[in-house]
């Protein structure tokens, strides 16, 4: 299969038309370390990124400026 007829292909897969949009900044719990996530699901695109912590005091700040400073209403949460 050639590259232009997987895009053609990828193009005209059926997309949602009455999705969910989901913006969420997560902060996830391991042992001794910390996983700030954060995940835009919209009907324009997809994104995702992820930090690393070493202390729950600076995941916790890290992920409170994220959902007071990105656009939209994003949603905190605990895991």
Do not use: C
Not at 9 to 18: C, G, K, V, Y
Not at 28 to 44: A, K, L, N, P
């Amino acid at each position: 299969m050639t590259r232009n007829e997987l895009k053609e292909l990828w193009f005209s897969i059926p997309r949602q038309e009455n999705k969910k949009e989901i913006r969420v900044v997560s902060l996830e719990s391991h042992t001794d370390w910390f996983i700030v996530r954060v995940i835009t699901d919209v009907v324009g695109y997809y994104s995702t990124s992820s930090a690393g912590f070493n202390t729950l005091n600076e995941a916790m700040k890290f992920a409170q400026e994220r959902v007071k400073n990105l656009e939209g209403n994003y949603q905190l949460i605990l895991k």
